[in-house]
């Protein structure tokens, strides 16, 4: 394949971004193009994740091959827990819940169709919280599902603690409840937000919590008071994990490839930069240096050297100059056999569209040349035969140059 070269600022551009995404985030294969929903957090070598349709796959000790696994059911797992090595819970969509213990995969179902939560701490016992509000403690190995009264019919979509409290769960409309050591009521605290909250996590004896439109909430008292943190994104945040060796380091992610960094226990928060506009619903801290974020179309991206640095929120937006050329974001994402964008083209005119790797190489003109109406035209790039990476597409006209990353899976 004979390669061409960009223009000289466009390049210039690209190889930068290339230098800094290749030393940070890099792409691992699944074998699976399925929603991934969640990864454990955990201090073992090996690592789970779980997704739709029964999704579930373990990690080798680096994390770097990752094993597709039959649980034995197509529901939607949307929670992997392990309290102890071999001893594996993943549930929950429809109440079904499937337990490894010793290499044996058994049926825990929740008597309840609704979507479930899992969390625990405890060998043998877990908290699941419901779609609907409901709220069960699992005892002798998820053998025996006991209710609890939450309260409320609002979807609870987290939770942390011990099955017996303190714990917490989290939910729509800014919905925030505790159980007490030792009680079986969870009572609601006052979150001073009505945004969806989607996950918690604690950090030593301070608590976090992020949610829709970019929220991100801490509580130093237990729970009784929350205050907001600025995260430099309006994006739904969906996860939230702390590093297992410096509690200092906690990372968050979400919509639009968003992945958001702290170093201060929380206290201030900043963008790093995905190279994606894919939807995150999990991270794992693996350590102070090594994260993994995961999301749709069975993306999971890894980074051994802390993710890169903070990111302007600017530099998220597409590579442009200015002209009356605008690029879409990339669909879907991660992409296999093909990906499409849509043109917006404020004029006419003669237009060239270039797919270019992250070493700033042209590697295909997708067209050249081509009389386009100002108005929206729909561009396909067929992505079956690119190795699993990060690519740019990059339309250009006489005074206008739009660009767009997306990723390719396999």
Same mark, same amino acid.
């Given at each position: 394949?004979?390669?061409?070269?960009?223009?000289?600022?466009?390049?210039?551009?690209?190889?930068?971004?290339?230098?800094?995404?290749?030393?940070?985030?890099?792409?691992?294969?699944?074998?699976?193009?399925?929603?991934?929903?969640?990864?454990?957090?955990?201090?073992?070598?090996?690592?789970?994740?779980?997704?739709?349709?029964?999704?579930?796959?373990?990690?080798?000790?680096?994390?770097?091959?990752?094993?597709?696994?039959?649980?034995?059911?197509?529901?939607?797992?949307?929670?992997?827990?392990?309290?102890?090595?071999?001893?594996?819970?993943?549930?929950?969509?429809?109440?079904?819940?499937?337990?490894?213990?010793?290499?044996?995969?058994?049926?825990?179902?929740?008597?309840?169709?609704?979507?479930?939560?899992?969390?625990?701490?405890?060998?043998?016992?877990?908290?699941?919280?419901?779609?609907?509000?409901?709220?069960?403690?699992?005892?002798?190995?998820?053998?025996?599902?006991?209710?609890?009264?939450?309260?409320?019919?609002?979807?609870?979509?987290?939770?942390?603690?011990?099955?017996?409290?303190?714990?917490?769960? $989290? %939910?729509?409309? /800014?919905? @925030? &409840?505790?159980?007490?050591? #030792?009680?079986?009521? *969870?009572? !609601? +605290?006052?979150?001073? =937000?009505?945004?969806?909250?989607?996950?918690?996590?604690?950090?030593?004896?301070?608590?976090?919590? $992020? %949610?829709?439109? /970019?929220? @991100? &909430?801490?509580?130093?008292? #237990?729970?009784?008071? *929350?205050? !907001? +943190?600025?995260?430099? =994104?309006?994006?739904?945040?969906?996860?939230?994990?702390?590093?297992?060796?410096?509690?200092?380091?906690?990372?968050?992610? /979400?919509?639009?490839?968003?992945?958001?960094?702290?170093?201060?226990?929380?206290?201030?928060?900043?963008?790093?930069?995905?190279?994606?506009?894919?939807?995150?619903?999990?991270?794992?801290?693996?350590?102070?240096?090594?994260?993994?974020?995961?999301?749709?179309?069975?993306?999971?991206?890894?980074?051994?050297?802390?993710?890169?640095?903070?990111?302007?929120?600017?530099?998220?937006?597409?590579?442009?100059?200015?002209?009356?050329?605008?690029?879409?974001?990339?669909?879907?994402?991660?992409?296999?056999?093909?990906?499409?964008?849509?043109?917006?083209?404020?004029?006419?005119?003669?237009?060239?569209?270039?797919?270019?790797?992250?070493?700033?190489?042209?590697?295909?003109?997708?067209?050249?040349?081509?009389?386009?109406?100002?108005?929206?035209?729909?561009?396909?790039?067929?992505?079956?035969?690119?190795?699993?990476?990060?690519?740019?597409?990059?339309?250009?006209?006489?005074?206008?140059?739009?660009?767009?990353?997306?990723?390719?899976?396999?």
């Amino acid at each position: 394949m004979k390669l061409c070269s960009p223009s000289l600022p466009v390049l210039l551009v690209l190889l930068m971004a290339a230098a800094a995404f290749a030393q940070d985030w890099t792409p691992v294969p699944l074998g699976s193009v399925g929603d991934i929903l969640a990864i454990q957090q955990t201090t073992s070598p090996e690592h789970w994740l779980t997704g739709r349709a029964g999704l579930v796959a373990r990690s080798n000790a680096d994390h770097t091959v990752w094993t597709l696994v039959d649980v034995g059911t197509s529901a939607d797992l949307f929670s992997v827990v392990e309290p102890a090595v071999s001893q594996v819970w993943v549930g929950a969509g429809g109440g079904v819940v499937r337990y490894l213990d010793n290499g044996v995969w058994a049926q825990r179902d929740i008597p309840d169709a609704q979507d479930f939560v899992l969390h625990t701490r405890v060998v043998g016992e877990a908290l699941a919280v419901g779609s609907q509000g409901a709220i069960y403690h699992g005892t002798d190995y998820g053998q025996t599902w006991t209710p609890e009264s939450s309260g409320t019919q609002a979807a609870l979509h987290g939770a942390t603690g011990v099955t017996t409290g303190p714990a917490w769960a $989290v %939910g729509d409309d /800014g919905l @925030i &409840l505790k159980l007490e050591s #030792g009680a079986t009521q *969870w009572i !609601p +605290r006052v979150s001073g =937000t009505t945004a969806d909250l989607l996950a918690i996590a604690e950090n030593l004896n301070l608590l976090f919590v $992020v %949610g829709q439109g /970019g929220t @991100i &909430l801490r509580s130093a008292d #237990g729970g009784a008071s *929350w205050s !907001p +943190r600025m995260s430099a =994104t309006e994006a739904t945040l969906r996860a939230i994990s702390v590093s297992k060796n410096d509690f200092n380091v906690m990372v968050a992610v /979400g919509d639009e490839g968003v992945i958001l960094k702290s170093v201060d226990r929380g206290e201030t928060w900043c963008r790093l930069s995905s190279m994606t506009t894919a939807r995150f619903n999990a991270v794992e801290a693996v350590s102070t240096m090594e994260y993994l974020v995961a999301g749709e179309g069975g993306l999971l991206l890894r980074t051994t050297t802390g993710g890169g640095d903070c990111q302007d929120p600017l530099a998220a937006l597409p590579l442009a100059i200015p002209g009356g050329l605008r690029l879409s974001a990339p669909s879907p994402q991660p992409a296999t056999a093909r990906v499409a964008f849509e043109l917006d083209l404020d004029r006419d005119g003669s237009y060239a569209a270039s797919l270019i790797d992250m070493q700033g190489r042209v590697l295909r003109e997708v067209f050249r040349g081509r009389s386009l109406a100002a108005g929206r035209h729909p561009l396909q790039v067929d992505t079956s035969e690119l190795p699993a990476g990060v690519y740019l597409l990059q339309v250009r006209t006489g005074d206008a140059s739009a660009a767009r990353r997306f990723v390719v899976l396999h």
